[in-house]
């Protein structure tokens, strides 16, 4: 289902546009009300890889986006009339401005919750666009540092990747150590149904990771960094969140050998998701913040 909202001009910009974009809007209709949704702060995103650049021109890089993302953000600032983020996390981000900032929660819960888990033993699954170096970055993290940890203990455990994009070099070090990448999957559901826990090993990034509330809404448990866990719930809603590869390994082996305790947690989650995530929440989020401008029309 689909509903218009009158009088609404919807324009996806890429960030490096909106400095550009948002001046000739107020010049060719000074009463345009402009309202953004940003999918991430990027500033974050921008100095989470300066911090971890390994050279110092890759760190000069990363840190002048950085500084040309803040710029951007403080022209939004000023320029906007409401700006929409996805989590409490993004809003405390943001410069302060005239724009008034409202927090709405994406719609990605289905209207009915998934049921008929039938989890396989120490089937762990990973959902991500691999073409995207922070997802790559984090599955290779987890394949050299977690993984042999978690096979020590269990070793039936098999790790499945959905996700296109994967280069050469992570390819062969998947087959090396026996992950299976399954590319493009249509249908996640089976993959979520068969899992007995999700992993999110994110390192860095930016933005509310809608991997995880995708594995949380269909009830399976899930461990991830911090960073994958940042805007989405509290630690309650989550198997672990550890950033040390020792401890996330941990954690993924306590939910494999104790499946009932974290099934019932992840249940609980669940539940949560569907009440937070759902899709007429969020038209009626949206709605509201358009019907402010109708209101002083």
Same mark, same amino acid.
């Given at each position: 289902?689909?509903?218009?909202i009158?009088?609404? /001009?919807? +324009?996806? *910009?890429?960030?490096? &546009?909106?400095?550009?974009?948002?001046?000739?809007?107020r010049?060719?209709?000074?009463? /345009?009300?402009?309202?953004? @949704?940003? $999918?991430d702060?990027?500033s974050?995103?921008?100095?989470?890889?300066?911090?971890?650049?390994?050279?110092?021109l890759?760190?000069?890089?990363?840190?002048w986006?950085?500084?040309?993302?803040?710029?951007l953000?403080?022209?939004?600032?000023?320029?906007?009339d &409401? #700006? #929409?983020?996805?989590? &409490? %996390?993004?809003?405390?981000? *943001?410069?302060?401005?005239r724009?008034?900032v $409202? #927090?709405?929660?994406?719609p990605?819960a289905? !209207?009915e919750?998934?049921?008929?888990r @039938?989890?396989e033993?120490?089937?762990m699954?990973?959902v991500?666009?691999?073409?995207?170096w !922070?997802?790559a970055?984090?599955? @290779?993290?987890?394949?050299?540092?977690?993984?042999?940890?978690i096979?020590?203990?269990?070793?039936?455990?098999?790790?499945?990747?959905?996700?296109?994009?994967?280069?050469?070099?992570?390819?062969? *070090?998947?087959?090396?150590?026996?992950v299976?990448?399954?590319?493009?999957?249509? !249908?996640?559901?089976?993959?979520?149904?068969?899992? =007995?826990?999700v +992993?999110?090993? *994110?390192? $860095?990034?930016?933005? @509310? %990771?809608?991997?995880?509330?995708?594995?949380?809404?269909?009830?399976?448990?899930?461990?991830?960094?911090? +960073?994958?866990?940042e805007?989405?719930?509290?630690?309650?809603?989550?198997?672990?969140?550890?950033?040390? =590869?020792?401890?996330?390994?941990?954690?993924? #082996?306590?939910v494999?050998?104790?499946?009932?305790?974290f099934?019932?947690?992840?249940?609980?989650?669940?539940?949560? =998701?569907?009440?937070h995530y759902?899709?007429?929440q969020?038209?009626?989020?949206m709605?509201?913040?358009?019907?402010?401008?109708?209101?002083?029309?």
């Open positions: 289902m689909r509903r218009a009158s009088g609404a /001009a919807i +324009v996806d *910009l890429q960030w490096e &546009e909106v400095g550009a974009i948002l001046p000739f809007v010049g060719i209709n000074p009463s /345009a009300r402009i309202v953004c @949704t940003l $999918h702060v990027l974050q995103r921008f100095s989470r890889s300066r911090d971890r650049a390994t050279t110092p890759r760190r000069l890089r990363w840190a986006a950085a500084m040309l993302a803040r710029r953000e403080q022209a939004l600032m000023r320029r906007a &409401e #700006v #929409v983020v996805l989590s &409490e %996390k993004d809003r405390g981000l *943001l410069p302060p401005g724009a008034r $409202h #927090v709405v929660n994406p990605l289905p !209207d919750p998934p049921s008929g @039938t989890p033993p120490g089937a699954l990973f991500a666009a691999l073409y995207r !922070d997802n970055e984090g599955l @290779t993290w987890f394949i050299t540092e977690c993984l042999p940890l096979k020590r203990r269990v070793p039936s455990a098999k790790l499945r990747v959905a996700g296109a994009g994967a280069g050469l070099e992570l390819r062969s *070090l998947a087959a090396a150590q026996g299976e990448l399954l590319d493009f999957v249509e !249908d996640l559901a089976p993959l979520y149904a068969q899992a =007995a826990v +992993v999110v090993p *994110l390192l $860095h990034g930016a933005g @509310t %990771k809608f991997k995880v509330i995708d594995a949380l809404v269909t009830g399976v448990p899930v461990v991830t960094t911090s +960073v994958g866990a805007g989405i719930g509290t630690e309650l809603h989550y198997a672990g969140v550890m950033d040390q =590869a020792v401890e996330f390994a941990e954690r993924v #082996v306590d494999l050998e104790n499946s009932v305790h099934e019932q947690r992840a249940r609980e989650a669940q539940n949560w =998701a569907m009440a759902g899709r007429e969020f038209l009626a989020s709605e509201r913040i358009y019907a402010m401008g109708e209101q002083r029309a």
